[in-house]
């Protein structure tokens, strides 16, 4: 199967994928990445922001997925 990209940039992002390349650097340690928001979430575990947080106990995350997952505990205790 066939994928089609638009813009442009997903196809050069969707490439990397290929090349392996990785031209996004951590600014702490410098590990690299293909893709900027991925080094931008990596950032977050250094400098210990936790942007997202839950509105029921006040439990902060690092990435959406992460509060997403925990909010199921909330859930399945009604």
């Given at each position: 199967?066939?994928?089609?990209?638009?813009?442009?940039?997903?196809?050069k992002?969707?490439?990397?994928?290929?090349?392996?390349e990785?031209?996004?650097?951590?600014?702490?340690?410098?590990?690299?990445?293909?893709?900027?928001?991925?080094?931008?979430?990596?950032?977050?575990?250094?400098?210990?922001?936790r942007?997202?947080?839950?509105?029921?106990?006040?439990?902060?995350?690092?990435?959406?997925?992460?509060?997403?997952?925990?909010?199921?505990?909330?859930?399945?205790?009604?």
């Amino acid at each position: 199967m066939r994928e089609i990209f638009h813009p442009e940039d997903r196809l050069k992002t969707h490439q990397s994928v290929h090349t392996g390349e990785r031209p996004f650097s951590c600014k702490i340690c410098g590990k690299m990445f293909s893709r900027q928001d991925n080094c931008m979430r990596h950032e977050r575990f250094h400098s210990g922001l936790r942007p997202y947080s839950c509105g029921q106990c006040g439990k902060s995350f690092t990435v959406l997925g992460n509060l997403k997952i925990h909010q199921e505990i909330h859930l399945q205790g009604r």
